[in-house]
């Protein structure tokens, strides 16, 4: 028996992996029960189909199953054992080391202990004392989150790695953290002040969403908008995004004469460059690490290693933090979506896009269709709600994001050393961003526009996927004997 090639190995192993992480995420499996049935699995490849040619690829999957499960559990006991520290009173030197949240009727700050190394959650005054990188002397006792509706709020702040929210808090200022991530955080602070300070609100709003991710700073009615249009993702910095602007940047750079290979590297650079200035959220670097994996398979090997180096990107993030496939929308949005992507490239690059191209439009709208169709049940799961002008609504305005960010990029450069050329970008990105809220608006007050969705079990999820990839699979293997 032939043992299966690497890369055929590492998506066997990668996909096995994060398929136990799911099962031990979204199903109630006792652990012992999957370990047996995975045991019995594992045996039948070895010792009865033995003499079937991808015999060994199964075994390695269900490995990987093994160890995704494995990991999962283990840190679930970890977030349990965490309940020790319930009521018990804490006090000490703590830094603010993120963004301070605005809600509708006090602020979010969180606030890690330095000797103990516990990150709370500080419900504060609407407008609090404190900012990022403040230290403070600060005394709370922890209690556990508490459900919100049907949401898990407590699994989802153990996913950022925060664990207790503060009862009966007080503290007091006493420093600035001067570490290398409050100084990046500092820094993207004030560069959204400069887009704040140039571009009108609501434009603004969006400005700082397209470029720092998170839909917060919109208004509640632009938020609902947003999500009747399935246009949600455009705040949110994921592997979707991140291919769209990397097809944007090749189709400039090859429109204007650069070979494909060169204009790979300068796409590279330019995601390097977008994901260092908006500071380097985690977000925005797990979906340039699935953008530039993809880029290179595609253009240097073949898709059978886009896929390899998409699962084992991913797997590689879930053994760091398994609470990422449950938990992050976005993580499992730029996952989808990117896979969508390399599923059906070849296919539209040989049928579609070899015969018009429309600079790079034509692609654009195949990568948002290819992105939509993976993503569908994920937003119908966690929204309950499926927008019908979705698709329409990306086509209008996907096409313009990747230059409306680029003048607000060239508006933040620009308005340290010449402040002309600044107000310029800042007008261009405002008629763009105008343009964007308008289809929006337009959309969104369509009566049909959304349609509520009933409560969808996991099940249903898994097994539109399955019939996705047989019908990918099956004209994939058609295209290829033509």
């Known amino acids: 028996?032939?043992?299966?090639?690497?890369?055929?190995?590492?998506?066997?192993?990668?996909?096995?992996?994060?398929?136990?992480?799911?099962?031990?995420?979204?199903?109630?499996?006792?652990?012992?029960?999957?370990?047996?049935?995975?045991?019995?699995?594992?045996?039948?490849?070895?010792?009865?189909?033995?003499?079937?040619?991808?015999?060994?690829?199964?075994v390695i999957f269900f490995l990987g199953v093994i160890y995704g499960v494995t990991v999962m559990r283990d840190h679930v006991h970890f977030i349990e054992d965490q309940k020790d520290m319930i009521g018990k009173k804490l006090f000490g030197d703590a830094v603010v080391e993120r963004d301070i949240i605005q809600k509708q009727w006090y602020a979010e700050v969180y606030a890690r202990y330095i000797d103990q190394d516990i990150t709370v959650l500080i419900k504060d005054?609407?407008?609090?004392?404190?900012?990022?990188?403040?230290?403070?002397?600060?005394?709370?006792?922890?209690?556990?989150?508490?459900?919100?509706?049907?949401?898990?709020?407590?699994?989802?702040?153990?996913?950022?790695?925060?664990y207790f929210i503060c009862k009966d808090h007080t503290y007091e200022i006493i420093g600035e953290d001067l570490s290398i991530g409050t100084r990046i955080g500092a820094l993207r602070h004030a560069w959204e002040q400069i887009i704040n300070q140039t571009i009108p609100s609501p434009q603004a709003a969006l400005a700082n969403g397209l470029i720092f991710g998170g839909d917060d700073r919109l208004s509640k009615e632009l938020q609902l908008q947003f999500s009747r249009t399935g246009m949600t993702h455009v705040v949110a910095v994921s592997g979707y995004n991140v291919?769209?602007?990397?097809?944007?940047?090749?189709?400039?750079?090859?429109?204007?004469?650069?070979?494909?290979?060169?204009?790979?590297?300068?796409?590279?650079?330019?995601?390097?460059?977008?994901?260092?200035?908006?500071?380097?959220?985690?977000?925005?670097?797990?979906?340039?690490?699935?953008?530039?994996?993809?880029?290179?398979?595609a253009t240097f090997g073949r898709v059978s290693y886009a896929y390899s180096g998409i699962c084992f990107a991913a797997a590689l993030m879930l053994i760091h933090n398994p609470m990422l496939l449950r938990y992050d929308i976005g993580f499992q949005l730029s996952f989808l979506a990117t896979i969508g992507i390399v599923a059906t490239h070849s296919f539209f690059e040989g049928t579609i896009l070899m015969r018009k191209d429309a600079f790079g439009l034509v692609e654009i709208i195949m990568l948002t269709v290819s992105a939509q169709i993976f993503v569908l049940p994920i937003i119908a799961y966690y929204f309950h709600t499926f927008s019908t002008l979705s698709i329409i609504a990306n086509v209008l305005i996907l096409?313009?994001?990747?230059?409306?960010?680029?003048?607000?990029?060239?508006?933040?450069?620009?308005?340290?050393?010449?402040?002309?050329?600044?107000?310029?970008?800042?007008?261009g990105a405002y008629f763009l961003l105008t343009y964007e809220i308008w289809v929006i608006n337009y959309f969104s007050r369509i009566s049909w526009s959304s349609v509520?969705?009933?409560?969808?079990?996991?099940?249903?999820?898994?097994?539109?996927?399955?019939?996705?990839?047989?019908?990918?699979?099956?004209?994939?293997?058609?295209?290829?004997?033509?």
Not at 8 to 34: E, K, M, N
Not at 130 to 159: H, N
Not at 452 to 473: A, G, M
Request: proline share 5%; glycine share 6%.
């Open 1 to 58: 028996m032939t043992f299966p090639h690497i890369s055929r190995s590492t998506l066997a192993l990668s996909v096995g992996f994060i398929s136990g992480v799911g099962v031990q995420s979204f199903f109630i499996v006792p652990y012992d029960v999957v370990l047996f049935l995975v045991s019995i699995c594992i045996l039948m490849c070895i010792f009865v189909f033995y003499k079937k040619q991808h015999s060994w690829v199964f």
């Open 125 to 162: 005054e609407k407008y609090p004392r404190v900012t990022q990188g403040d230290k403070i002397a600060l005394s709370c006792t922890p209690m556990l989150p508490e459900m919100v509706d049907d949401f898990d709020y407590r699994m989802y702040l153990a996913m950022h790695g925060v």
């Open 243 to 297: 291919s769209i602007i990397i097809t944007a940047i090749m189709g400039i750079v090859i429109f204007c004469g650069a070979y494909r290979k060169m204009a790979v590297v300068i796409a590279i650079i330019g995601v390097v460059g977008f994901v260092f200035l908006i500071g380097f959220p985690s977000s925005a670097v797990r979906a340039a690490i699935m953008g530039i994996i993809v880029l290179v398979a």
């Open 399 to 427: 096409p313009i994001v990747p230059f409306t960010m680029l003048l607000i990029v060239l508006l933040i450069i620009f308005s340290y050393f010449f402040m002309p050329a600044a107000i310029i970008c800042g007008w």
């Open 452 to 482: 509520n969705v009933v409560q969808i079990e996991p099940w249903w999820c898994v097994l539109y996927y399955i019939l996705l990839f047989s019908i990918i699979y099956y004209f994939q293997k058609n295209y290829e004997r033509k």
